[in-house]
Each structure stands twice: as C-alpha cells, then as structure tokens.
C-alpha cells in the first residue's frame, strides 16, 4: 500500500536526519512529504523508528495509508504520480 508520511520537524537538524533516513523507504516528492510503498508490518516498524528520532512534544510527523484502489484517481502537477516500485530488478 502506499503511504504518504509528512512531517513538520522544528529543529533544523533533526528534519535532515529524518528526510535522510526516510530516503530509504521511499520516494521524496515534497519538501517535507514522502510515498513508501510498504506493507503494514513495515509501515509500524518505520513508525517505531520514526518515533525514536523526534521529539513529540516539538515535532509533528503524520502516516497516512492510500488504498492501492485510489492510485489511478491521483492527480498531479509539476511531477509523475505514485508508483509502486519494480517487483524485479536486474543486475
């Protein structure tokens, strides 16, 4: 499934470690916004990790789960729309 997971991170640095950390589970499509295309067991380990590098009572980090259904109603502008990643890839 796809999930969008949006942030609002006070601290200058934190906002970086995270934006880093999250380019590894997905596409950055906005400055503070990311498509991961993870399972729900995934989806709830990232959110474990995510928890671990902010602070709750300054940050504002937000999952969101878009069923595969709504895909194809997506708009957009200025960029591709969401797109799981390949099922193979070849080395």
């Not at 380019?23 to 671990?52: D, I, N, P, W």
């Not at 590098?53 to 595969?68: G, L, M, Q």
Request: charged share 25%; net charge neutral.
């Amino acid at each position: 499934m796809l999930v969008l997971v949006v942030y609002d991170i006070a601290d200058d640095k934190r906002r970086d470690r995270l934006a880093t950390f999250l380019e590894g589970y997905g596409r950055r499509v906005q400055e503070s916004v990311f498509e991961c295309f993870l399972t729900l067991s995934e989806m709830q380990a990232l959110h474990l990790k995510v928890l671990k590098k902010v602070k709750p009572a300054e940050d504002n980090v937000r999952f969101y789960w878009v069923p595969v259904d709504a895909l194809p109603r997506t708009l957009t502008i200025g960029s591709d729309p969401p797109q799981p990643p390949p099922t193979v890839y070849i080395i």
